[in-house]
């Protein structure tokens, strides 16, 4: 792909004004440039040297890597005026917001790289790469990933001469960074999370909570004991199930007040989605809550997956640096391209730009044509030979 870059699209560098102030000229030079970059870069590679050959007037790739490895600035500063951003462009809920909390890998090649250890992935299997715990925070149609931790094994930390935390422990930390918006706030997790530490966190914080857990944990029903699969084999043959239509869904649940060693009194909703018969346990502190409530709370967890989606396709964890902090402040880079293009396409949208809200893929799109009609322009108004327009763009 031959450079074609020749200047920021109008509306795009209204919103890197944004951030003008969090750096000195050079490095807001190449804020804007790492940011187009990676979002132009489409499906090619979006690592230091393909966004630099995105741009007509290549500068010194250094400068570029420089702005990453050695960052004297605040990410998160940046972090929070992104999200600033985002949550300005549209009503915010005052009454209920969530937050998300998952981990996702970045597989990576190399022993020597920093922080990388084998961890396990669900499509994967159990890879050589980088952990990033993450947390997604979900107010009514707006999610804005607002916290990036990097989790590493404790001999990782210990080469590294930092203090070693768990995924649980970074994910405690998140609940204790977070400041609240509305009045009530939910955490939601996979199975992974759920257990006594991370309820204990959410109660001293006054935050609600519900993660998916395990078939085979025990649990206390009505005095007996169970596996949870077991309960659901007992409950359904007894007929306990009922139907439901959450979000437009039809599910078959039943809702159980349990005790749970080592955690305390809590629910469990066990779920099987009509036409697919999958089925769900969810546990939570929502223990005055109907069934219903519950479901549609859960459903907001969905989110996260779509964020890892579309953030994969804007470069997430394609990098080869060394260093475990240039690493993350690409992640936070990555993260921030997603946050802006949602912001765009919600003001496409409310300037009746568009007719509707474009999807992330086709936000990219109309980013890349934008760019596209400034290069058009820069050749069209170039007064120069055949020759010297092909070597302006480099087609080698």
Known sequence: MFGFITGIPRRLKHLFSKFKRFFTKPQYGNFCRAELGLIVAGKSEHDIKSVNQQFIDRKDQSSLNRFITNANWNVNDVANQAKTLLLSESNIDRSVEYKIIDDTV?????QSTEMVCYNHSSTMGTVLSHDYVTSLYVNNSLAVPDSLKMYGNKKKCREKGIEFKTRLQLACDMIDEHTPIAKKTIWLWDSWFTCQEMASKCKAHGYSWIGEIKSNRIVFYEGKRYRIDELFDK?????????IVVKGEV????????????????????????????????????VSCSVEEILGHALERHRIEDFYKEAKALGFGEYRFRTS????????????????????????????????????????EWVRRKAMHLFIHKLRDANLSTRSLLRLINTK
């Open 325 to 364: 902090e240039a690493a993350l402040i690409h992640a936070h880079l990555v993260a921030l391209a997603h946050t802006l293009l949602d912001v765009l396409r919600r003001r496409l949208l409310r300037y009746s730009i568009v007719k509707s809200l474009l999807s992330f893929e086709a936000t990219v």
């Open 106 to 110: 970045c597989r990576k090649y190399s």
């Open 251 to 286: 599910y078959s649940a039943f809702k159980a007040d349990v005790f749970m060693p080592k955690m305390g009194y809590f629910s469990i909703v066990m779920n099987v989605k009509a036409d697919t018969k999958e089925v769900h346990f969810l546990c939570t502190d929502l």
């Open 235 to 243: 409950l359904r043959s007894e007929g306990g199930f009922f139907d």
